[in-house]
């Protein structure tokens, strides 16, 4: 980001199911990498997933695939402690499905991300800039899978990026707070500007009220954004799902990104 003339408002965006969606990719990649050390025997469904989600803490999906794992065989009548899994060769998994095998290639991209649907564009970034809207982006995901996204795909140049090696995990807003705090100082903008972010989980919405705990001196909002397997499910699910951000502190919900608009941000922050 650039200088901005009397900016309004930040907005700072998640990116996986809000700017690029993961449905095939990185969910497909949790449920097969589950599958595979259950031997075979369990495969989330994309409920399932969201019900993991929907607890808050498992925004960092190798820690959410183990998590699956080991509930699986407690469900079978085995403890943890019983249960030989190796982080490492999760991850490892994980990595080779969305990424693709060649991991020593920081270059080589083949996997599940390749077939990522964008859900926006460059020119949406543009306009907001235009509207007097500063942006930066706060991700769960691997700094590499981001910028893969925000750089590569979307041709951002130089987007302010706080990513997975950067901060602790969500709902924890040091991450956050950081982002706001650097690009409030590099863009040189007023230190009580309204700050909104926008994200499809609840540990999103939660890392909003931890940052308002954190910096009551500035205005703290939530957009929870309905993600695409969530929009493209039975109405019922999408109320549902609705009304899970909302109560996880989502000031309003969206049902695309590019309904975050500048004149849906001078609405919400004037409310």
């Known amino acids: 980001m650039t200088s901005l003339a009397a900016p309004c408002a930040i907005a700072v965006f ?10 095939n990719s990185y969910r497909r990649a949790l449920a097969d990498t589950v599958e595979a050390f259950t031997e075979g025997a ?3 469904t994309s409920e399932d997933i969201d019900r993991l989600k929907g607890e808050g803490i498992w925004n960092n999906d190798w820690e959410g695939s183990q998590e699956l794992v080991y509930r699986y065989f407690e469900a079978q009548g085995k403890s943890r402690e019983s249960v030989a899994l190796d982080y490492g060769e999760i991850v490892e998994f994980f990595q080779r499905r969305y990424r693709g095998p060649e991991l020593s290639n920081p270059d080589q991209w083949t996997g599940y991300i390749t077939q990522e649907p964008l ?3 460059k020119a949406y970034f543009e306009t907001l800039t235009r509207d007097r809207i500063a942006w930066a982006f706060f991700s769960g995901a691997t700094r590499d899978s981001a910028n893969f996204v925000l750089r590569r795909r979307l041709g951002l140049r130089d987007p302010m990026l706080v990513a997975m090696e950067d901060a602790p995990g969500k709902p924890d807003p040091t991450g956050l707070l950081t982002l706001v705090d650097n690009l409030t100082t590099q863009s040189r903008l007023p230190a009580d500007l309204p700050v909104i972010y926008a994200g499809d989980t609840v540990a999103d919405m939660q890392t909003v009220g931890r940052a308002k705990v954190a910096r009551g001196q500035r205005r703290w909002l939530g957009v929870g954004v309905l993600p695409p397997h969530v929009i493209a499910g039975q109405e019922a699910y999408r109320d549902k799902y609705r009304k ?5 502190g989502a000031d309003g919900v969206v049902s695309d990104v590019n309904a975050l608009s500048a004149d849906y941000v001078r609405q919400l922050i004037s409310g």
């Open 14 to 23: 998640d990116i996986d199911g809000v700017l690029r969606d993961v449905g």
């Open 42 to 44: 369990y495969r989330p």
């Open 119 to 121: 859900l926006v564009d």
């Open 244 to 248: 899970t951000l909302e109560k996880a």
